[in-house]
């Protein structure tokens, strides 16, 4: 099983929708995850942790579930602007220098 | 803001010539990475460096080499380039190792022919 795993879509959604991507895992001792968006022929940048209790910054929700081992991040009200790809970061199983999946694509269309 | 600075966007070079890729961050940080991206494979850790003269190999090094001989710089040598490292290159710094507060230079786009 691969140490991260993202559907790398691309997610078509229409304006206003509300989309949801998860990334599993496979190091169940895994303390620390993150989410980075990162625009067509742009750097990643970081967008939110997460956190056991999960995180909310305005219309992103990012959650944390242990027992199947992902993490979602959620996207509601969704803006021509969020269209990117959106990377899990997972500490891996054998170093601390965590692991970013492969990505995400999200397409939002008015 | 942190700002990591690579010195080219883009570099074409002839296959077997070295090819230097330079970082520079502005915030002290300790800790240094470089990475290539291609599609459909993500990000791939090539070489990471946690203090001056200190580094590690990541997942690809083969090929590669790195040197930090000053704690703002952060140096990528492909001794001998070759057409398969035709790629995306990415740098950044970092304060902790632990994935969250990771800066990204702009990239260097490389393509060896």
């Known amino acids: 099983r691969k140490e991260v795993e993202q559907d790398p879509g691309p997610f078509n959604v229409p304006e206003g929708a509300t989309v949801a991507f998860n990334c599993t895992y496979s190091?169940?001792?895994?303390?620390?995850f993150f989410w980075y968006r990162q625009d067509c022929r742009k750097e990643p940048k970081l967008l939110m942790s997460?956190?056991?209790s999960g995180n909310e910054d305005g219309r992103f929700t990012a959650q944390l579930n242990r027992a199947s081992q992902y993490i979602s991040l959620l996207i509601r009200d969704s803006k021509l602007s969020d269209s990117a790809t959106y990377l899990c970061?997972?500490?891996?199983?054998?170093?601390?220098?965590?692991?970013f999946g492969r990505g995400t694509s999200l397409i939002v269309h008015p | 803001d942190v700002k990591v600075t690579q010195s080219s966007r883009y570099l074409v070079k002839r296959t077997g010539e070295k090819v230097f890729l330079e970082c520079v961050q502005d915030?002290?940080?300790?800790?240094m990475f470089w990475y290539r991206q291609d599609p459909g494979l993500g990000l791939r850790l090539i070489y990471f460096?946690?203090?001056?003269?200190?580094?590690e190999k990541g997942d690809i090094p083969e090929g590669y080499s790195v040197s930090r001989e000053k704690k703002e710089r952060f140096s990528l040598i492909l001794e001998s380039a070759s057409t398969n490292q035709t790629s995306m290159y990415l740098c950044?710094?970092?304060?902790?190792?632990?994935?969250?507060?990771?800066?990204f230079g702009s990239g260097t786009r490389l393509t060896v022919v």
């Open positions: 190091n169940s001792a895994s303390q620390s």
């Open positions: 970061v997972v500490p891996s199983g054998g170093s601390y220098i965590p692991t």
């Open positions: 997460v956190y056991s």
């Open positions: 915030m002290d940080h300790e800790n």
């Open positions: 460096s946690y203090d001056v003269k200190m580094k």
């Open positions: 950044a710094s970092s304060l902790t190792t632990g994935g969250g507060g990771y800066t």
